[in-house]
């Protein structure tokens, strides 16, 4: 799996992007990071799917995305892109690349959960067609709560 945009692409992630899948964690995240042990497991998981959205520079964001077995539902559990490398695109190919692993994977609905205060993530989610349909109170490490959204894939 590999996608082409203007001057970034899409692959799956590997052992050699963990410093800098680590890096991005610490740079865009204040809570619930991911660790190296974390990473490292979801790397070889068949439940699993980590990309990486790279340019010439190196690392530019990466995603997340959950496959349990014995659901149709693919949960995006963690999106981040670049402080330098936002506004262009990127994790709006991400989530496109997001939804076709999730496809691949026979599911037929994507999920996630997004901090109440985080306003560009919300607004990422509802252009890109998700709508919220509940709520998880405390649900973060520093207790802010969390809006569930859902987005089929037909
Ligand atoms: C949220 C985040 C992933 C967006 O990444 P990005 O690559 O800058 O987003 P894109 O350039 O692909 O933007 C796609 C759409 O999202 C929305 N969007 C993205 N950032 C936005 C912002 N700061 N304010 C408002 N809308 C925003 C816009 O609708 C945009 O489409 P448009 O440019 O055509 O209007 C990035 O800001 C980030 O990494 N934040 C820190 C980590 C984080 O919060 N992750 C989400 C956790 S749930």
Redesign the pocket.
Same mark, same amino acid.
């Given at each position: 799996m590999s996608a082409a945009h203007s001057d970034f692409s899409i692959r799956p992630a590997s052992a050699s992007d963990l410093d800098a899948l680590l890096a991005l964690e610490r740079a865009?995240?204040t809570t619930d990071h991911l660790s190296r042990r974390q990473y490292r497991r979801h790397l070889h998981s068949a439940t699993a799917t980590v990309l990486a959205a790279v340019d010439a520079g190196g690392l530019l964001?990466k995603a997340v995305v959950f496959h349990r077995a014995g659901s149709d539902i693919a949960r995006l559990y963690?999106? =981040?892109?670049e402080a330098r490398? /936002?506004?262009?695109?990127?994790?709006?190919?991400l989530v496109a690349a997001v939804e076709a692993a999730a496809r691949a994977h026979a599911r037929t609905r994507l999920r996630?959960e997004?901090?109440k205060d985080?306003?560009? =993530?919300i607004?990422?989610y509802e /252009?890109l067609g998700f709508h919220r349909f509940g709520e998880k109170p405390g649900f973060y490490e520093d207790g802010a709560d969390a809006w569930r959204y859902e987005k089929p894939l037909p």
């Open positions: 865009a995240f964001g963690s999106i =981040a892109v490398a /936002r506004g262009r695109g990127v994790a709006k190919a996630l997004v901090r985080n306003a560009a =993530a607004a990422l /252009r």
